[in-house]
Structure formats: structure tokens, C-alpha cells
């Protein structure tokens, strides 16, 4: 746990935290390869959900991935990699729950994520919710 001492602390100041180096670079290559070769390949459970079809926004071509833990074996390894959960349990105190996996394609033009809390949607007690997010392409302020 002393390896995320900082982390821990930053997390606590601000509400979020960046861990760097976590996954490493032939590691998120192989991811960003796999889920582009799965989006290629068709539909899956949930992809529309909140994309408006009447739109031009790009992820009409990209949309999410939902659940993939349940489909497929590369996601449920990445939601039960030992360095996340280190990484989570750090932060919370204790270890989490795996609840949800969840891909989002950002192609440029496309809307962003709008502000939310997880908490909210997923309504959990005692209210800790906490998410993990792997950028799989290079990202800054200016993309997102």
C-alpha cells in the first residue's frame, strides 16, 4: 500500500487521481487493438443506449461498449488485474467490488462525456463508488 501513499493522498485532496505507468504501452496498444477489432466485427448489448440515431455524431459508428467483462475475456482480465485492484484498494481503504466494465470511442467531432456521478446511476452503499479509467490512445485538456 505504501507505493500509493501519494496517490492516496492527491485522491483524497481533489476527488480523483492520476496513476501513471500503471498499465504500460504495448499493454494499452494490445487493448486499443482488440476493442477496434471487436467494434469492427458488429453490434453488442448496449451499444446505442443514449446515442441519438438521428444525429451526426460520430459514435453512431463508434458507440460504446457495455458489459464486456461478460463476453469477453480480455475485459474481464483487465477489470481483475492485480495492479487496478491494488491501485483501488489503495485509495479506498479496502477492496473494491468489480461491478462494470465500459469502452467509449471518442473519434474526433464526437460529443464528450457530459459531467456525471457514477454514484448516482449506480446507487451504491454506503455511497463508494469509485472508477478506473484507461485511456487507450494518447490524451491531453485539448482531447479529452
Known amino acids: ?18 496513476v501513471r505507468g500503471l498499465f504500460g504501452e504495448e499493454e494499452t496498444a494490445a487493448l486499443r487493438e482488440h476493442y477496434m477489432r471487436l467494434r469492427e466485427e458488429g453490434a ?29 475475456e480480455a475485459s474481464l482480465k ?11 484498494t489503495a485509495l479506498l481503504g479496502r477492496e473494491p467490488y468489480a461491478v462494470q466494465t465500459m ?7 464526437a460529443r464528450g462525456q457530459a ?3 457514477d454514484q448516482f446511476y449506480l446507487r451504491v452503499q454506503p455511497g463508494t463508488c469509485l472508477a478506473a479509467w484507461l485511456a487507450l490512445d494518447r490524451c491531453d485538456e485539448a482531447n479529452g
Open 103 to 109: 469502452l467509449y470511442f471518442k473519434p474526433g467531432g
Open 78 to 88: 483487465w477489470l481483475l488485474d492485480s495492479r487496478l485492484c491494488a491501485a483501488m
Open 1 to 18: 500500500m505504501m507505493q500509493f501513499e501519494e496517490e492516496k493522498a492527491f485522491y483524497e485532496d481533489k476527488g480523483y487521481v492520476v
Open 44 to 72: 453488442y448489448p448496449g451499444d446505442f443506449d443514449g446515442v441519438d440515431a438521428s444525429s451526426s455524431d460520430p459514435l453512431k459508428r463508434y458507440p460504446r461498449m457495455i458489459h464486456m467483462h461478460r463476453w469477453d
Open 115 to 117: 459531467l456525471h456521478q
